[in-house]
C-alpha cells in the first residue's frame, strides 16, 4: 500500500511512524506552504507535491489537514478512486460531514483510540459484563503551543478536538444502545475564544447517562475510561500509565510488538494504519464516514446545549447543519 498525505502538521509526523511500523511507503505529501510540504517529505522519503497534485499515484491518501479543509482533501481522493483515511472531526460542519457521507467510496474515521489495543480489550469487557448503568470518560490535558487549535475559524476549542475522541469511545462501548440527547457545559479562559473545559452528559435509550469531561487546564495528562453494570465494572487508563483493570483486578495484554515508538501502538495508530491496508485490499471500513458523521452530531449538539445553559438538545441534531460547532455555541451567525 503507498500513502500520499494531505496535510504535514505535528499529526502527519504520527502518521509516518504508523506508515514505517506498517511497511507503508509515503509517495508524496502537500501542505498549504511548499516549505512545509518540502520539510516533511524530506524528514520521510516523500515528494512534496500541491494539494491538486494528490494523490500522486497513491492508493490511499491520509487527509490531516485543518477540519475545515478535511471536505475538500476527501472528496477529491475518493473521485481518484482512493481510499481515504480522514483524521477527527470528520469536518467542520454537519453539511460537509453529509458531503463526505454522500461521496461513498472507502473512507477509514482516523478515530485511532477505536483501534488501541486497550480499547478493544476495554469493549470485549464491557461486552460481557453487560448492560451498562454508568459511564465516565476523562480526556485532561495541558493546552496544546502548537497548531492552530485556539482558532475559533478551526470550528471550536477543547471539545471540538480532544473531546471528538471521548464521544467517539462512548458510542462505541454504548454499543447498539443509541443516544437520545446530549447535555453540555462549556467554558474559556480570559485569554482564549475557544472552549477549553466541557462537560457532557449523553442519554442513550436505555436509561444511561455518560459523563465525559475534557479540558486543555490540566498541567499532565489523564485519559481514562469507568464503565460499570449490576455484575462488573471495568476502568481503563490510557495515559500516563496504560493500564486495564475489570472488578479490581488488572487485566493482562499481550506483548506490542517491536515499533519505532510503542506509544503510537498503545493509542492505536499502527493498527489503524492496518486497518486502512486491509480496506485498500478490498474489506469494509469498520469505522467509517458515518461513524465520523455520527461523533460530530453529538458535539454539534453539546455546543448548542451549552449556549442554552441546562438544555437538553434532542439527537439525532436537527439544528442548522452550516454551523461550526464554536458557532453553534457562540451564536455568531444569525439564525
Same mark, same amino acid.
Given at each position: 500500500?503507498?500513502?500520499?498525505?494531505?496535510?504535514?502538521?505535528? $499529526?502527519?509526523?504520527?502518521?509516518?511512524?504508523a506508515a514505517e511500523a506498517t511497511e507503508s511507503p509515503i509517495l508524496a505529501i502537500a501542505s498549504?506552504?511548499?516549505?512545509?510540504?518540502?520539510?516533511?517529505a524530506g524528514q520521510v522519503g516523500a515528494k512534496a507535491v500541491t494539494f491538486d497534485q494528490l494523490p500522486a499515484g497513491a492508493d490511499a491518501v491520509v487527509v490531516c489537514t485543518p477540519p475545515d479543509r478535511h471536505t475538500e482533501g476527501t472528496?477529491?481522493?475518493?473521485?481518484?478512486?482512493?481510499?481515504?483515511?480522514?483524521?477527527?472531526?470528520?469536518?467542520?460542519?454537519?453539511?460537509?460531514?453529509?458531503?463526505? !457521507?454522500?461521496?461513498g467510496g472507502q473512507v477509514v474515521y482516523a478515530e485511532n483510540l477505536a483501534f488501541s489495543p486497550l480499547v478493544v480489550r476495554t469493549s470485549q469487557l464491557v461486552t460481557e459484563i453487560g448492560s451498562l448503568n454508568y459511564m465516565e470518560?476523562?480526556?485532561?490535558?495541558?493546552?496544546?503551543?502548537?497548531?492552530?487549535?485556539?482558532?475559533?475559524?478551526?470550528?471550536?476549542?477543547?471539545?471540538?478536538?480532544?473531546?471528538? =475522541?471521548?464521544?467517539?469511545?462512548?458510542?462505541?462501548?454504548?454499543g447498539s444502545d443509541a443516544p437520545v440527547g446530549v447535555q453540555a457545559n462549556l467554558e474559556h479562559s480570559s485569554d482564549i475564544e475557544v472552549d477549553d473545559y466541557a462537560e457532557v452528559f449523553i442519554d442513550f435509550a436505555s436509561g444511561l447517562r455518560a459523563r465525559i469531561e475534557t479540558s486543555w487546564r490540566h498541567p499532565d495528562a489523564v485519559w481514562d475510561?469507568? !464503565?460499570?453494570?449490576?455484575?462488573?465494572? !471495568?476502568r481503563?487508563?490510557?495515559?500516563?500509565?496504560?493500564?486495564?483493570? =475489570?472488578?479490581?483486578?488488572?487485566?493482562?495484554?499481550?506483548?506490542?510488538?517491536?515499533?519505532?515508538?510503542?506509544? $503510537?501502538e498503545q493509542l492505536g495508530y499502527v493498527d489503524q494504519m492496518l486497518t486502512v491496508r486491509d480496506v485498500v485490499a478490498g474489506a469494509p471500513s469498520p469505522i467509517d464516514a458515518r461513524f465520523g458523521r455520527r461523533v460530530l452530531d453529538v458535539i454539534c449538539a453539546a455546543y448548542a446545549s451549552a449556549h442554552q445553559p441546562q438544555s437538553v438538545i434532542p439527537l439525532p441534531f436537527t439544528g442548522r447543519r452550516d454551523r461550526?460547532?464554536?458557532?453553534?455555541?457562540s451564536d455568531t451567525v444569525g439564525s
Open positions: 500500500m503507498n500513502l500520499a498525505f494531505a496535510g504535514a502538521g505535528m $499529526i502527519s509526523l504520527v502518521h509516518a511512524m498549504r506552504t511548499e516549505a512545509r510540504a518540502a520539510e516533511r472528496l477529491q481522493a475518493l473521485a481518484a478512486g482512493c481510499v481515504v483515511l480522514v483524521e477527527k472531526p470528520l469536518a467542520s460542519t454537519l453539511a460537509e460531514a453529509d458531503a463526505i !457521507v454522500a461521496a470518560i476523562r480526556q485532561l490535558s495541558p493546552r496544546p503551543s502548537w497548531g492552530e487549535f485556539l482558532d475559533p475559524t478551526r470550528g471550536g476549542g477543547v471539545l471540538f478536538d480532544l473531546g471528538s =475522541h471521548a464521544i467517539a469511545l462512548a458510542l462505541l462501548l454504548a475510561i469507568q !464503565v460499570s453494570s449490576d455484575s462488573g465494572v !471495568v481503563t487508563e490510557l495515559m500516563p500509565q496504560p493500564g486495564i483493570e =475489570h472488578n479490581g483486578e488488572s487485566v493482562v495484554l499481550a506483548a506490542l510488538p517491536g515499533v519505532t515508538d510503542a506509544h $503510537i461550526t460547532p464554536h458557532q453553534l455555541w
